[in-house]
Structure formats: C-alpha cells, structure tokens
C-alpha cells in the first residue's frame, strides 16, 4: 500500500463472506488497512459462485461480484473445520487488530474462534459480528442472506404497484445498509483502544439496523395507525412523481416534481402554462394524479429522454434519464472525478472497479491497486511474511489438508 493513508498499519482478519463483512473491510482496505480474507476450497465464498462472469464462464477466480467487494486484499485458504486450520486462524487473530465474521450465530464457537475464546488471550481485539437477526431470541439461529432480511424489515411489503404482488427491492440490500454502520462502529471502537487500550465487541443484527430505514412509516403507524401500502413510483410527498416513457423502444425519464413552483415551471416548459392554475397544490395534483400522469407520459413519449431532461433541468424540473448499466460505466461526471479504476486481473483480465468509499479525504485519499485476490493467491506471503511460518511449516499445513489448495469434485463439476 502506498504510505500516508489514515489506516496505514491496522491489520484486520477478515473471517466474513458474501457482502456484509467483505465490504465493510473495503473501506479500510482503500485506506491503507492490510486485510486478510480467510477462505476455503471447501466451501466458497457464495460470492465467488455469483454473476457476472468474466467471460460469462463460472469460474472460482472470475466473479466479478466477488471481485466488486474484494480489491485491495490478501487471501488465504484455510479449513477452519480442522485442527490445524484453526491454529492458523490464531496466527491470524494474533496478528491482526480487527476481526470480522458474518456467519450464522454459534459457527465460529463451533471452531473455538468465539468471541469469549478471543478475548481471553487478545483483550485488546476488536471483533464484529454481523448476523441477520443477531445473537439472542428465538430466531437467532436462523441462517440467510440480505434477500431474506428484506423480507423480516418489511421492505418487500411496500415495494411495488398496489395491483401487484410485491418486488422485494434489488439484491441483498440489508448488506449494503447494514456495512455502512460497522464501518463507523469499527472506527469508534479503534478510537476507544486508543485512548483506553481496551478492545471491543461489536455484535450487530441486520435485520435491526435496517429497520432504521424504515422508522418514518413505522412511527406513523405508531401514531396514527396508518399502514404503508406499495405505491408503484409515487411518492407521498410530490406529485407527478415517477417513472415516463420516452421516445424508443425501451426509453424511460424520471421526473419528480417536489412543490408548486416546480410544477408551474413544469407546465410552463411542457407550452402547458394554462394548466398550472388547476391542479396549483399538491393535494391537487395527488386527487388527479393517474390523469397528470397521463399527460406528463404523453408529452415526454415525443422526446428522447435526453431531449426531455435538458427541457426540464433548463426550468428547474428534477429529472435524468433512466441509465443502463452502460451509460453508468460511461458516464462523463464519473470518468472526470476518476471514479471508476481500471486493474489487471489475473484471471478476468482488465476489470473495472468502483470505490467502496463514497467519499474522498483531502489528505489520505481511497487507492485501490489490488484487483480482487484468486482463492488461496497469497498463502506463502501471508504465512511466511506476516505471521513467520516457516516453509516446513507451510508444508506440513498443506499436507495435512488445513491450508487447502484444491476444490472437491462437486466444486470442479460446477465451476
């Protein structure tokens, strides 16, 4: 890593898989932090069997949704069902300053790597533990994804048109939610070491902190027994609001209209002024909101969306064209901030990769100059380099199976 980022010297074992724990790593890892990913040939990373593919072939190495939450860091293979592989693990835990893991509750007491079992030789670590529903209660032990957190949140619920059956939103959304907030919790409790040398333990349910997304229409239904229905693309709060055809096939603009001036501006850039005086409220304009929509869609139907959205900005209207996956990767605001950050993969070749920081810092700016790492790619550097293995030592690991180095014939088939 380059010198002068703010995490220069924090070592961070990263037990953790999928999206939740990987990404919440990234942020130190684009900041100087050197992070550890500890896998296994014997039972990837879900990731690493997710698409895309480079080259649309499934291979171990060429997820590029693996490789969205991974650069920057170092990997090892190691069976933490084994003996040995769990004395590598408190190599590992002995090395590091943070240690992450977003299993299910009780997997990583199964191994003895619990947080009670660490802190007792490593009082000074700080251990997050990410789970859907967290530790304690009865569904504690209930095993999922963020796709199924959504569902325990309510967020599928209200997703959708009211005449249909509910869209759960895109992804494993309570892990993107849920990264950012261990993220800030790690960095507190790094501050806290500093100023009392004490470690911390930092136990977080998914479905908890996500409910923090949703308090407006939980606590108005606390107050008024209003309960939240799906309502397509409108928005309570403004009207017209949504998403409208445009000229070609498959072309779409989105426009939201927040108050009564921009709607009057809206009319008077559609050659509509007349109209303004009809609907001049909100509560108007949401009475008629399925007959304004009609002529809103009927008006941007004769324009490209960039036509239309150049029209309307130039009034003050908020509005974009609905962007493709390939507009994004050629958008000329990103390209101009240097967002996007092309690396030489060792398997998929050239890739694309986007900051997991959604922010710059003026004096330790986010690097990223590590693609996403193969599995097991960095065994001999991390075992000899960072925790002094000796070769025979390495050797004995790899022959008696605790350092893994292939996959099982079920794997192979697959991939």
């Known amino acids: 890593m380059a010198s002068g980022n703010v995490f220069d010297g924090l070592k ?62 170092y990997s090892v293979s190691i069976d933490l069902q084994s003996p040995g592989g769990q004395a590598l693990a408190w190599e590992l835990i002995e090395w590091a300053d943070v240690m992450t893991e977003s299993f299910s509750p009780g997997t990583m007491e199964k191994w003895s790597l619990g947080y009670e079992e660490v802190r007792q030789r490593r009082p000074d670590i700080i251990y997050l533990s990410s789970s859907m529903q967290g530790r304690g209660g009865p569904h504690s032990g209930y095993a999922g994804y963020g796709m199924n957190a959504v569902n325990l949140c309510g967020f599928t619920e209200v997703t959708g048109w009211p005449d249909r059956r509910p869209a759960a939103p895109h992804g494993a959304y309570t892990d993107y939610i849920n990264t950012r907030f261990d993220a800030l919790a790690i960095m507190a409790a790094l501050e806290y070491r500093r100023r009392t040398g004490k470690g911390q333990y930092i136990e977080q349910s998914q479905f908890e902190t996500s409910l923090h997304f949703f308090a407006p229409p939980v606590m108005d239904y606390f107050a008024s027994g209003a309960v939240m229905e799906r309502d397509g693309n409108r928005s309570a709060g403004a009207a017209p609001h949504g998403v409208f055809p445009g000229q070609g096939d ?160 079920e794997f192979k088939a697959s991939m």
């Open 250 to 409: 498959d072309e779409w603009l989105a426009i939201s209209i927040m108050d009564d001036a921009q709607w009057q501006s809206f009319c008077a850039a559609i050659g509509r002024p007349e109209i303004a005086a009809d609907y001049p409220t909100l509560a108007d304009r949401k009475r008629h909101e399925h007959a304004l929509e009609g002529l809103v869609g009927e008006w941007t139907s004769r324009y490209l969306p960039a036509e239309a959205a150049a029209i309307l900005r130039q009034a003050g209207v908020p509005c974009h064209g609905v962007a493709r996956p390939r507009d994004v990767y050629e958008d000329p605001q990103l390209a101009a901030r240097g967002y996007w950050q092309e690396l030489e993969h060792p398997v998929m070749g050239p890739q694309k990769y986007e900051p997991q920081s959604s922010f710059i810092l003026s004096k330790t700016p986010r690097r990223i100059t590590k693609p996403s790492p193969c599995l097991g790619e960095h065994n001999e550097k991390v075992f000899k380099e960072f925790l002094g293995l000796s070769d025979d030592e390495i050797a004995g690991h790899i022959a008696d199976g605790s350092i893994t180095t292939e996959l099982p014939g």
């Open 12 to 73: 961070i074992a990263e037990f953790a898989w999928v999206i939740v724990g990987p990404a919440t790593s990234r942020y130190f890892a684009e900041h100087g932090a050197t992070v550890v990913k500890i896998e296994s040939h014997r039972r990837l990373d879900t990731m690493r069997g997710t698409s895309p593919f480079a080259g649309g072939r499934p291979t171990v190495d060429g997820s590029m949704a693996y490789g969205r939450h991974n650069p920057n860091k």
